[in-house]
């Protein structure tokens, strides 16, 4: 139970970490003085890209239970 909490912890960090920026984003928001900007426009990314990774774990759960009740008659 401990690993699967572990595992579950690092990937709700990851996005902390990454780096969403395509080349172009990054070459224009670097030679600006402030890194608001390049900061606001990184988390922008991450937050939108994280709606379709939420969507489709929410499917693949579904059909993995669905799957599972129809093997399991007892639940």
Same mark, same amino acid.
């Given at each position: 139970? @401990?690993?699967?909490?572990? =595992?579950?912890?690092?990937?709700?960090?990851? +996005?902390?970490?990454?780096?969403? $920026?395509?080349?172009?984003?990054?070459?224009?928001?670097?030679?600006?003085?402030? $890194?608001?900007?390049? $900061?606001? *426009?990184?988390?922008? *990314?991450?937050?939108?890209?994280?709606? +379709?990774?939420?969507?489709?774990?929410? =499917?693949?759960?579904? =059909?993995?239970?669905?799957?599972?009740?129809? @093997?399991? +008659?007892?639940?």
């Amino acid at each position: 139970m @401990k690993v699967k909490l572990g =595992i579950f912890l690092l990937l709700l960090l990851m +996005p902390a970490l990454a780096e969403a $920026q395509c080349a172009m984003c990054r070459a224009v928001l670097e030679s600006e003085d402030s $890194q608001a900007a390049a $900061q606001g *426009i990184n988390d922008g *990314i991450v937050y939108l890209m994280v709606f +379709p990774y939420l969507l489709m774990g929410g =499917i693949a759960f579904f =059909i993995y239970r669905s799957f599972r009740s129809k @093997k399991d +008659p007892s639940s």
